[in-house]
């Protein structure tokens, strides 16, 4: 199965941008598809996008749309995800999943990655 | 984006009894849902795929069931370690969307 490694904490002042990794490992990353998803405290899980390893294609949800751009480094096999304009409301730990690229559910996760902002 | 109403939010329950979550899609997604368990301070874990399939190494008191586009997931005789939060995920469409999730609770 496939293993998800994501980067340290975050903390971040209001405005700024923040970029967190996802390093996988036994992955084929020409079926593969990274997603990132968000939970704030004591909240529902929240997608945000979706990147195909394999051409690149990106989706992102709307509400992230003009904030977050998702990319992939086949030479390192890692994903990340930045976003920019940061405000208190942002204040979640960030997951990546991977799955079949295409239209197929989250079978693995990283561990989190904490982001708070604050002034 | 596609809506899933997930049901109840919250459920007290005892170790040996069956439990069902509802998820309620506000259109039409075959049967592209998940079903995740999360433990606090963990990542999710996927239980069910394709509405119905159980994830390899999950044991078979649980099961996902579909009509329509209502989704069930049945804890069959609840165990200590299944005291957790659980969501559904649609894949149909993008953007891809959770349930609210179920807090399961011992009684």
């Known amino acids: 199965q496939v293993q998800l490694v994501q980067s340290g904490a975050e903390v971040k002042k209001p405005g700024a941008s923040v970029k967190v990794s996802c390093k996988a490992s036994?992955?084929?990353?020409?079926?593969?598809?990274i997603h990132w998803v968000r939970q704030a405290h004591g909240q529902s899980l929240e997608w945000m996008g979706w990147?195909?390893?394999?051409?690149?294609?990106?989706r992102y949800s709307q509400k992230f749309q003009d904030r977050v751009t998702i990319n992939w480094d086949p030479s390192a096999n890692t994903a990340s995800m930045e976003l920019t304009g940061l405000i208190s409301e942002d204040t979640a730990m960030y997951y990546c999943g991977c799955g079949f690229a295409g239209i197929a559910s989250i079978e693995s996760w990283g561990q989190g990655t904490p982001v708070t902002v604050s002034s | 984006d596609i809506q899933m109403t997930q049901s109840p939010s919250s459920l007290s329950a005892s170790v040996g009894d069956r439990v069902t979550i509802t998820c309620r899609a506000s259109q039409g997604i075959r049967s592209d849902l998940a079903w995740y368990q999360q433990r606090p301070g963990k990542a999710p874990n996927r239980l069910i795929y394709?509405?119905?399939t159980l994830e390899s190494g999950v044991p078979s008191r649980f099961s996902g069931s579909a009509s329509g586009t209502e989704f069930s997931l049945t804890i069959s005789s609840l165990q200590p370690e299944d005291f957790a939060t659980y969501y559904c995920?649609?894949?149909?469409?993008?953007?891809?969307?959770f349930g609210q999730g179920t807090k399961l609770e011992i009684k």
């Open positions: 990147i195909n390893a394999g051409n690149d294609d990106t």
């Open positions: 995920l649609q894949h149909s469409n993008f953007p891809f969307t």
């Open positions: 036994a992955f084929s990353f020409n079926v593969y598809a």
């Open positions: 394709a509405a119905s």
